[in-house]
Protein backbone atom coordinates (compact mmCIF):
# COMPACT_ATOMS: atom_id res chain seq x y z
CA UNK A 1 0.00 0.00 0.00
CA UNK A 2 1.52 3.32 -0.71
CA UNK A 3 2.51 5.36 1.87
CA UNK A 4 0.55 8.64 0.97
CA UNK A 5 -2.96 6.44 1.42
CA UNK A 6 -1.93 5.76 5.41
CA UNK A 7 -2.71 9.42 6.53
CA UNK A 8 -6.39 8.78 4.27
CA UNK A 9 -7.50 5.63 6.28
CA UNK A 10 -6.27 6.50 9.77
CA UNK A 11 -8.43 9.73 9.50
CA UNK A 12 -11.18 7.54 8.21
CA UNK A 13 -10.70 5.24 11.63
CA UNK A 14 -11.02 8.36 14.01
CA UNK A 15 -14.15 9.51 12.07
CA UNK A 16 -15.91 6.22 12.25
CA UNK A 17 -15.25 6.00 15.81
CA UNK A 18 -16.46 9.28 16.40
CA UNK A 19 -19.54 8.44 14.61
CA UNK A 20 -20.36 5.32 17.08
CA UNK A 21 -19.82 7.48 20.54
CA UNK A 22 -22.49 10.27 19.35
CA UNK A 23 -25.32 8.09 19.82
CA UNK A 24 -24.06 7.68 23.71
CA UNK A 25 -23.29 11.21 23.89
CA UNK A 26 -26.89 11.94 22.65
CA UNK A 27 -28.34 9.85 25.36
CA UNK A 28 -26.68 11.28 27.85
CA UNK A 29 -28.95 14.10 28.22
CA UNK A 30 -31.89 11.37 29.04
CA UNK A 31 -30.25 10.31 31.59
CA UNK A 32 -31.02 13.39 33.42
CA UNK A 33 -34.55 13.39 32.69
CA UNK A 34 -35.27 11.24 36.46
CA UNK A 35 -33.66 14.35 37.83
CA UNK A 36 -36.14 16.59 36.12
CA UNK A 37 -38.94 14.55 36.85
CA UNK A 38 -37.98 14.57 40.97
CA UNK A 39 -37.85 18.46 40.51
CA UNK A 40 -42.08 18.21 39.71
CA UNK A 41 -42.91 16.49 42.27
CA UNK A 42 -41.28 18.47 44.77
CA UNK A 43 -42.99 21.54 43.37
CA UNK A 44 -45.91 20.04 43.82
CA UNK A 45 -45.39 19.28 47.33
CA UNK A 46 -43.60 22.30 48.25
CA UNK A 47 -47.51 23.96 46.55
CA UNK A 48 -49.51 21.58 48.93
CA UNK A 49 -47.04 22.74 51.86
CA UNK A 50 -48.18 26.62 51.19
CA UNK A 51 -51.74 25.70 50.66
CA UNK A 52 -51.78 24.12 54.09
CA UNK A 53 -49.66 26.72 55.55
CA UNK A 54 -52.44 28.89 54.11
CA UNK A 55 -55.85 27.40 55.37
CA UNK A 56 -53.87 26.71 59.13
CA UNK A 57 -53.83 30.84 59.15
CA UNK A 58 -56.71 31.34 58.00
CA UNK A 59 -58.11 28.70 60.88
CA UNK A 60 -55.80 30.91 62.76
CA UNK A 61 -57.61 34.39 62.26
CA UNK A 62 -61.02 32.76 62.27
CA UNK A 63 -59.85 31.11 66.05
CA UNK A 64 -58.58 34.95 66.62
CA UNK A 65 -61.81 36.39 65.19
CA UNK A 66 -64.30 33.88 67.40
CA UNK A 67 -62.33 34.62 71.06
CA UNK A 68 -62.26 38.88 69.71
CA UNK A 69 -66.10 38.30 69.51
CA UNK A 70 -66.69 36.33 72.92
CA UNK A 71 -66.72 38.33 76.12
CA UNK A 72 -65.56 36.50 79.44
CA UNK A 73 -67.75 37.48 82.42
CA UNK A 74 -68.72 35.79 85.63
CA UNK A 75 -72.09 36.11 87.32
CA UNK A 76 -71.02 38.65 89.98
CA UNK A 77 -69.91 40.82 87.31
CA UNK A 78 -73.21 40.56 85.34
CA UNK A 79 -74.91 41.26 88.63
CA UNK A 80 -72.40 44.10 88.67
CA UNK A 81 -73.61 45.55 85.69
CA UNK A 82 -76.83 45.32 86.27
CA UNK A 83 -77.23 42.90 83.13
CA UNK A 84 -80.37 40.87 82.58
CA UNK A 85 -80.60 37.94 80.59
CA UNK A 86 -84.22 36.75 79.22
CA UNK A 87 -84.78 34.04 76.45
CA UNK A 88 -85.13 34.88 73.11
CA UNK A 89 -89.35 35.21 72.58
CA UNK A 90 -91.20 33.86 70.06
CA UNK A 91 -94.58 36.12 69.87
CA UNK A 92 -97.14 36.56 67.57
CA UNK A 93 -97.08 37.98 64.33
CA UNK A 94 -99.52 40.52 64.43
CA UNK A 95 -100.38 43.15 67.87
CA UNK A 96 -102.71 45.80 68.70
CA UNK A 97 -101.58 48.84 69.49
CA UNK A 98 -102.88 51.59 71.77
CA UNK A 99 -102.00 54.65 74.60
CA UNK A 100 -101.93 53.35 78.06
CA UNK A 101 -101.61 54.77 81.68
CA UNK A 102 -100.34 53.74 84.99
CA UNK A 103 -102.64 53.34 87.69
CA UNK A 104 -103.14 51.17 91.01
CA UNK A 105 -104.64 48.19 90.66
CA UNK A 106 -107.73 47.64 92.05
CA UNK A 107 -107.34 44.61 94.01
CA UNK A 108 -104.18 46.27 96.15
CA UNK A 109 -105.97 49.48 96.62
CA UNK A 110 -108.32 50.67 99.43
CA UNK A 111 -110.24 53.84 100.24
CA UNK A 112 -109.54 55.42 103.53
CA UNK A 113 -112.92 57.33 104.89
CA UNK A 114 -114.71 58.38 108.29
CA UNK A 115 -118.32 57.06 109.16
CA UNK A 116 -119.01 60.11 110.84
CA UNK A 117 -118.57 64.13 109.65
CA UNK A 118 -116.46 66.26 111.33
CA UNK A 119 -113.33 69.26 110.57
CA UNK A 120 -109.76 67.79 109.42
CA UNK A 121 -107.02 69.11 112.38
CA UNK A 122 -104.31 67.41 111.32
CA UNK A 123 -102.74 65.24 108.14
CA UNK A 124 -99.77 63.12 108.65
CA UNK A 125 -99.20 61.71 104.97
CA UNK A 126 -98.53 63.40 101.92
CA UNK A 127 -99.39 62.14 98.06
CA UNK A 128 -96.41 59.84 97.41
CA UNK A 129 -95.97 58.90 100.89
CA UNK A 130 -95.23 55.26 102.00
CA UNK A 131 -97.15 54.32 104.97
CA UNK A 132 -97.03 50.85 106.69
CA UNK A 133 -101.00 49.40 107.78
CA UNK A 134 -102.05 51.35 111.28
CA UNK A 135 -100.08 54.30 110.40
CA UNK A 136 -101.83 57.52 111.24
CA UNK A 137 -103.08 59.79 108.00
CA UNK A 138 -105.25 61.86 109.49
CA UNK A 139 -106.65 63.23 112.89
CA UNK A 140 -110.64 64.38 112.79
CA UNK A 141 -112.89 66.21 114.94
CA UNK A 142 -116.16 65.27 115.17
CA UNK A 143 -119.17 65.92 117.49
CA UNK A 144 -120.63 62.87 116.15
CA UNK A 145 -117.18 60.90 117.22
CA UNK A 146 -117.78 62.59 120.80
CA UNK A 147 -121.49 60.58 121.23
CA UNK A 148 -119.82 57.91 120.09
CA UNK A 149 -117.50 57.68 122.53
CA UNK A 150 -120.11 59.19 124.90
CA UNK A 151 -122.72 55.92 124.46
CA UNK A 152 -119.37 53.82 125.00
CA UNK A 153 -118.05 54.99 128.29
CA UNK A 154 -121.90 54.57 129.45
CA UNK A 155 -121.77 51.09 127.90
CA UNK A 156 -118.77 50.49 129.87
CA UNK A 157 -120.20 52.13 133.35
CA UNK A 158 -123.92 49.82 132.81
CA UNK A 159 -121.35 46.81 132.22
CA UNK A 160 -119.46 47.05 135.20
CA UNK A 161 -122.67 47.57 137.42
CA UNK A 162 -124.29 44.56 135.59
CA UNK A 163 -121.06 42.56 136.76
CA UNK A 164 -121.47 43.74 140.33
CA UNK A 165 -124.75 43.05 140.67
CA UNK A 166 -124.12 39.57 139.09
CA UNK A 167 -121.13 38.78 141.41
CA UNK A 168 -123.89 39.59 144.47
CA UNK A 169 -126.76 37.75 143.50
CA UNK A 170 -124.22 34.66 142.56
CA UNK A 171 -123.39 34.81 146.48
CA UNK A 172 -126.12 35.11 147.79
CA UNK A 173 -128.00 32.26 145.94
CA UNK A 174 -125.27 30.13 146.95
CA UNK A 175 -125.66 31.23 150.46
CA UNK A 176 -129.66 30.81 150.21
CA UNK A 177 -129.92 34.03 150.83
CA UNK A 178 -131.09 35.36 147.53
CA UNK A 179 -133.74 33.48 145.08
CA UNK A 180 -132.79 31.83 142.46
CA UNK A 181 -134.85 34.11 139.66
CA UNK A 182 -132.87 36.91 140.93
CA UNK A 183 -129.74 35.18 140.16
CA UNK A 184 -130.85 34.73 136.32
CA UNK A 185 -131.94 37.79 135.96
CA UNK A 186 -128.82 39.47 137.34
CA UNK A 187 -126.78 36.63 134.96
CA UNK A 188 -128.90 38.23 131.50
CA UNK A 189 -128.38 41.92 132.56
CA UNK A 190 -124.78 41.56 132.88
CA UNK A 191 -124.83 39.36 129.43
CA UNK A 192 -126.96 42.24 127.83
CA UNK A 193 -124.37 45.00 129.27
CA UNK A 194 -121.21 43.31 127.56
CA UNK A 195 -123.60 43.28 124.21
CA UNK A 196 -124.18 46.97 124.44
CA UNK A 197 -120.85 47.86 125.59
CA UNK A 198 -119.40 45.45 122.54
CA UNK A 199 -121.81 47.32 120.51
CA UNK A 200 -120.68 50.73 121.21
CA UNK A 201 -116.89 49.81 120.99
CA UNK A 202 -117.43 48.58 117.15
CA UNK A 203 -119.36 51.67 116.49
CA UNK A 204 -116.46 53.74 117.07
CA UNK A 205 -114.78 51.86 115.68
CA UNK A 206 -115.98 52.25 112.44
CA UNK A 207 -115.59 55.67 112.95
CA UNK A 208 -112.25 55.51 113.14
CA UNK A 209 -112.27 56.01 117.09
CA UNK A 210 -111.11 54.28 120.22
CA UNK A 211 -111.44 54.06 123.36
CA UNK A 212 -108.90 56.85 124.81
CA UNK A 213 -107.51 60.19 123.99
CA UNK A 214 -110.53 63.89 123.90
CA UNK A 215 -113.75 62.57 123.44
CA UNK A 216 -114.30 64.10 120.14
CA UNK A 217 -111.53 63.22 118.16
CA UNK A 218 -111.21 60.73 115.84
CA UNK A 219 -107.87 59.32 114.48
CA UNK A 220 -107.87 57.71 110.65
CA UNK A 221 -105.49 54.79 110.07
CA UNK A 222 -103.66 53.29 106.93
CA UNK A 223 -105.48 50.10 107.00
CA UNK A 224 -102.62 48.94 104.34
CA UNK A 225 -98.78 48.75 103.75
CA UNK A 226 -98.47 51.04 100.18
CA UNK A 227 -98.42 54.34 99.07
CA UNK A 228 -100.87 57.49 99.47
CA UNK A 229 -101.76 57.65 95.83
CA UNK A 230 -104.89 59.99 96.32
CA UNK A 231 -105.71 62.45 98.76
CA UNK A 232 -108.63 64.65 99.17
CA UNK A 233 -108.11 65.29 102.58
CA UNK A 234 -107.32 69.10 102.90
CA UNK A 235 -105.76 70.81 106.29
CA UNK A 236 -109.54 72.51 108.00
CA UNK A 237 -112.10 71.42 105.93
CA UNK A 238 -115.21 69.70 106.89
CA UNK A 239 -116.15 66.46 105.70
CA UNK A 240 -119.34 64.50 105.86
CA UNK A 241 -120.20 60.96 106.66
CA UNK A 242 -118.32 58.28 104.41
CA UNK A 243 -116.27 61.00 102.63
CA UNK A 244 -113.14 59.56 100.63
CA UNK A 245 -109.83 61.43 102.35
CA UNK A 246 -107.01 58.69 101.37
CA UNK A 247 -106.43 55.56 98.83
CA UNK A 248 -103.85 53.60 99.63
CA UNK A 249 -102.39 51.13 97.44
CA UNK A 250 -99.63 48.59 96.83
CA UNK A 251 -97.76 49.55 93.90
CA UNK A 252 -95.68 46.22 94.18
CA UNK A 253 -98.53 45.37 90.99
CA UNK A 254 -99.88 48.15 88.85
CA UNK A 255 -102.94 47.94 86.32
CA UNK A 256 -102.41 49.93 82.61
CA UNK A 257 -105.38 51.31 81.52
CA UNK A 258 -105.67 50.86 77.54
CA UNK A 259 -107.91 52.34 75.63
CA UNK A 260 -109.36 49.92 72.74
CA UNK A 261 -110.89 50.84 69.64
CA UNK A 262 -114.11 48.55 69.28
CA UNK A 263 -112.95 46.51 66.16
CA UNK A 264 -109.51 46.01 67.95
CA UNK A 265 -111.10 45.24 71.28
CA UNK A 266 -112.97 42.24 69.81
CA UNK A 267 -109.88 40.52 68.97
CA UNK A 268 -108.24 40.86 72.43
CA UNK A 269 -108.71 38.34 75.28
CA UNK A 270 -107.64 37.79 79.05
CA UNK A 271 -104.23 36.77 79.25
CA UNK A 272 -102.62 37.74 76.22
CA UNK A 273 -99.76 39.61 76.48
CA UNK A 274 -99.14 43.13 76.17
CA UNK A 275 -95.93 45.11 75.70
CA UNK A 276 -95.42 47.98 77.81
CA UNK A 277 -92.66 50.59 76.75
CA UNK A 278 -91.42 53.82 77.48
CA UNK A 279 -88.67 55.64 75.94
CA UNK A 280 -86.22 54.49 79.10
CA UNK A 281 -87.99 51.35 79.89
CA UNK A 282 -90.08 48.30 79.33
CA UNK A 283 -92.05 45.35 80.53
CA UNK A 284 -94.39 42.88 80.17
CA UNK A 285 -97.70 43.18 81.02
CA UNK A 286 -100.92 40.34 80.66
CA UNK A 287 -104.68 41.15 79.98
CA UNK A 288 -106.90 40.78 83.42
CA UNK A 289 -110.44 42.70 82.01
CA UNK A 290 -111.52 43.76 78.77
CA UNK A 291 -115.32 45.79 78.88
CA UNK A 292 -118.28 44.69 76.79
CA UNK A 293 -119.26 47.87 77.34
CA UNK A 294 -118.27 51.21 74.87
CA UNK A 295 -117.47 54.17 76.92
CA UNK A 296 -119.99 56.85 75.78
CA UNK A 297 -117.67 59.80 75.56
CA UNK A 298 -115.14 58.51 74.15
CA UNK A 299 -116.49 55.37 71.86
CA UNK A 300 -113.39 53.47 73.32
CA UNK A 301 -113.43 50.14 74.98
CA UNK A 302 -111.61 50.18 78.21
CA UNK A 303 -109.29 47.02 79.40
CA UNK A 304 -106.73 46.16 82.44
CA UNK A 305 -103.74 44.52 81.85
CA UNK A 306 -101.71 43.80 85.13
CA UNK A 307 -97.98 44.80 85.54
CA UNK A 308 -95.37 43.21 88.00
CA UNK A 309 -93.93 46.33 89.65
CA UNK A 310 -91.30 44.91 92.44
CA UNK A 311 -89.07 47.53 91.38
CA UNK A 312 -90.93 50.26 91.63
CA UNK A 313 -89.93 51.39 88.13
CA UNK A 314 -93.64 52.33 87.38
CA UNK A 315 -95.86 55.43 88.32
CA UNK A 316 -99.24 55.84 88.97
CA UNK A 317 -100.74 58.24 86.35
CA UNK A 318 -97.67 57.71 83.75
CA UNK A 319 -98.69 57.58 80.31
CA UNK A 320 -97.38 54.36 78.23
CA UNK A 321 -97.18 52.71 74.80
CA UNK A 322 -98.44 49.22 74.56
CA UNK A 323 -98.88 46.65 71.89
CA UNK A 324 -101.47 43.63 72.87
CA UNK A 325 -99.62 40.35 71.09
CA UNK A 326 -102.49 38.77 69.16
CA UNK A 327 -102.36 35.48 68.88
CA UNK A 328 -102.14 34.09 64.99
CA UNK A 329 -105.31 31.77 63.43
CA UNK A 330 -102.70 28.95 62.63
CA UNK A 331 -100.51 29.85 65.97
CA UNK A 332 -97.67 30.71 63.71
CA UNK A 333 -95.15 33.17 65.57
CA UNK A 334 -91.61 34.38 65.06
CA UNK A 335 -88.41 35.07 67.28
CA UNK A 336 -88.26 38.49 68.73
CA UNK A 337 -85.82 40.39 70.58
CA UNK A 338 -86.22 42.90 73.05
CA UNK A 339 -85.12 46.74 71.29
CA UNK A 340 -82.37 47.45 74.52
CA UNK A 341 -80.61 44.19 73.71
CA UNK A 342 -79.72 45.36 69.82
CA UNK A 343 -76.48 46.96 69.53
CA UNK A 344 -74.74 47.36 66.02
CA UNK A 345 -71.64 45.40 65.70
CA UNK A 346 -69.18 45.43 62.68
CA UNK A 347 -71.97 47.85 60.74
CA UNK A 348 -74.08 44.20 61.87
CA UNK A 349 -77.45 44.11 64.04
CA UNK A 350 -76.37 41.94 66.91
CA UNK A 351 -76.85 40.63 70.21
CA UNK A 352 -75.03 39.02 73.19
CA UNK A 353 -75.91 35.28 73.61
CA UNK A 354 -75.26 33.98 76.86
CA UNK A 355 -73.14 31.00 77.01
CA UNK A 356 -71.14 29.23 80.20
CA UNK A 357 -68.32 31.65 80.65
CA UNK A 358 -70.04 34.95 79.27
CA UNK A 359 -71.36 36.22 76.00
CA UNK A 360 -70.81 35.86 72.43
CA UNK A 361 -71.79 38.08 69.59
CA UNK A 362 -74.51 36.64 67.51
CA UNK A 363 -75.34 38.93 64.60
CA UNK A 364 -79.09 38.58 62.88
CA UNK A 365 -80.82 39.80 60.66
CA UNK A 366 -84.16 41.79 61.17
CA UNK A 367 -87.61 42.28 60.71
CA UNK A 368 -90.70 43.98 61.28
CA UNK A 369 -90.90 45.90 64.67
CA UNK A 370 -93.91 43.87 67.08
CA UNK A 371 -94.51 46.42 69.89
CA UNK A 372 -91.36 46.99 71.90
CA UNK A 373 -89.93 44.03 70.77
CA UNK A 374 -88.28 43.40 66.90
CA UNK A 375 -88.54 40.01 64.85
CA UNK A 376 -85.85 38.39 64.00
CA UNK A 377 -85.37 36.61 60.33
CA UNK A 378 -82.00 34.74 60.95
CA UNK A 379 -79.53 34.42 63.45
CA UNK A 380 -81.02 32.71 66.30
CA UNK A 381 -82.44 29.46 66.98
CA UNK A 382 -84.78 30.54 69.88
CA UNK A 383 -83.11 27.81 72.04
CA UNK A 384 -80.43 30.89 72.88
CA UNK A 385 -80.84 33.06 76.34
CA UNK A 386 -79.64 37.09 75.31
CA UNK A 387 -78.65 40.44 77.19
CA UNK A 388 -81.56 42.69 77.73
CA UNK A 389 -80.65 45.14 79.32
CA UNK A 390 -77.44 47.61 79.65
CA UNK A 391 -76.20 45.52 76.62
CA UNK A 392 -74.17 48.30 75.75
CA UNK A 393 -71.91 47.94 78.73
CA UNK A 394 -71.40 44.29 76.44
CA UNK A 395 -70.26 46.28 73.37
CA UNK A 396 -67.71 48.30 75.32
CA UNK A 397 -66.02 45.51 76.44
CA UNK A 398 -66.04 44.04 73.40
CA UNK A 399 -64.49 47.52 72.11
CA UNK A 400 -61.58 46.82 74.83
CA UNK A 401 -60.87 43.51 73.92
CA UNK A 402 -60.39 44.48 70.21
CA UNK A 403 -58.06 47.50 71.25
CA UNK A 404 -55.82 44.63 73.26
CA UNK A 405 -55.36 42.03 70.61
CA UNK A 406 -54.23 45.46 68.44
CA UNK A 407 -51.46 46.18 70.62
Not at 175 to 189: C, L, P
Not at 216 to 227: A, E, F, M, Q, T
Not at 248 to 261: P, R
Not at 296 to 324: D, F, H
Request: with cysteine; hydrophobic share 40%.
Amino acid sequence: MPKFYRPLIYACLLWLAACSKSPQAGREPAAEQPHVEHTGEQRKNDKTEEAEKRESAEKGEASEKGKADTIRMTNAQLVASSIEVAPVRQIATDSVEAPGMIDASPSRSEVVAVAVGGRITALHRNLGEPVNRGDVLAVVESGEAAQLRADLEAARRDRELARGTLQREERLFKEKVSAEQDYIAAKAAAAEGQTRYRLAEQRLAAAGGSGSGPLNRLVVRSPIKGYVVARQAVLGNVVGPNTELFRIADLSEVSVALALAPEDASRVHVGAAVDVSTPTRNGTAHIAFVSRVIDANTRQVQALATLPNAQGLWRVGETVRAAVLLEHPNGKTVLAVPQNALQTVEDKPSVFVRTNDGFAVRPVTLGPSNGNYVTVVSGLTGDERVAVTNSYVLKAELGKGEGGDDD
